[in-house]
T-cell receptor
């Protein structure tokens, strides 16, 4: 049973479209994250949520809107997709805010054409 | 701000060779340091960690020592295997003035390791 699962794993879409990526964790963690990995493998945090409350918004364009319906889910919706949004998006979770021990999903590879 | 610098890759080794991947950092305060590993097609997994100076983290034959004086956290393994082929990320987590890190990891650029039989 996968601890942190994301869907879809692959997403190919046209510029200007809107898409969503879903994430669920079954670890009972309070904190969830979205990280973006670019083509050079560089990873950067986008958002973090703790108990459904937004904690970190790392100057991400407002075309990106995370939503946490409950502690076990953190979805990412992207409006008006641009070429530069092509990346692998990783969902992660942790027991709390004051830890660097994150559990990552397998990633969702988004390709914008 | 915080930053992590890893040695440039890719690194290619023969099985049973000695591995070192260098990592240095800059941070305010006293960060915790981590090595994460990403196997092909998978998400990142925590490999090892150290939370204070002179701590040694170890796991699966890998080890790294938190060196505050040189701001380094180099990853080593005495004898690599083909199954160690992956991307390795050094990362830090630094707390604010109240000590809360908010789970924000600052990653290095990753080092691709390929081990040949």
């Amino acid at each position: 049973d996968t601890a942190v699962s994301q869907t879809p794993k692959y997403l190919v879409t046209q510029m200007g479209n809107d898409k969503s990526i879903k994430c669920e964790q079954n670890l009972g963690h309070d904190t969830m994250y979205w990280y973006k990995q670019d083509s050079k493998k560089f990873l950067k945090i986008m958002f973090s949520y703790n108990n459904k409350e937004l904690i970190i918004n790392e100057t991400v364009p407002n075309r990106f809107s995370p939503k946490s319906p409950d502690k076990a889910h953190l979805n990412l919706h992207i409006n008006s997709l641009e070429l530069g949004d092509s990346a692998v998006y990783f969902c992660a979770s942790s027991r709390g805010l004051n830890t660097g021990e994150l559990f990552f999903g397998e990633g969702s590879r988004l390709t914008v054409l | 701000g915080n930053s992590v610098t890893q040695m440039e890759g890719p690194v290619t080794l023969s099985e049973e060779a000695f591995l070192t991947i260098n990592c240095t950092y800059t941070a305010t305060g006293y960060p915790s340091l981590f090595w994460y590993v990403q196997y092909p097609g998978e998400g990142l997994q925590l490999l090892l960690k150290a939370t204070k100076a002179d701590d040694k983290g170890s796991n699966k034959g890998f080890e790294a020592t938190y060196r505050k004086e040189t701001t380094s956290f180099h990853l080593e393994k005495g004898s690599v295997q083909v199954s160690d082929s992956a991307v390795y990320f050094c990362a830090l987590s630094a707390g604010d003035s109240g000590g809360t890190s908010y789970g924000k990891l600052t990653f290095g650029q990753g080092t691709i390791l390929t081990v040949h039989p």
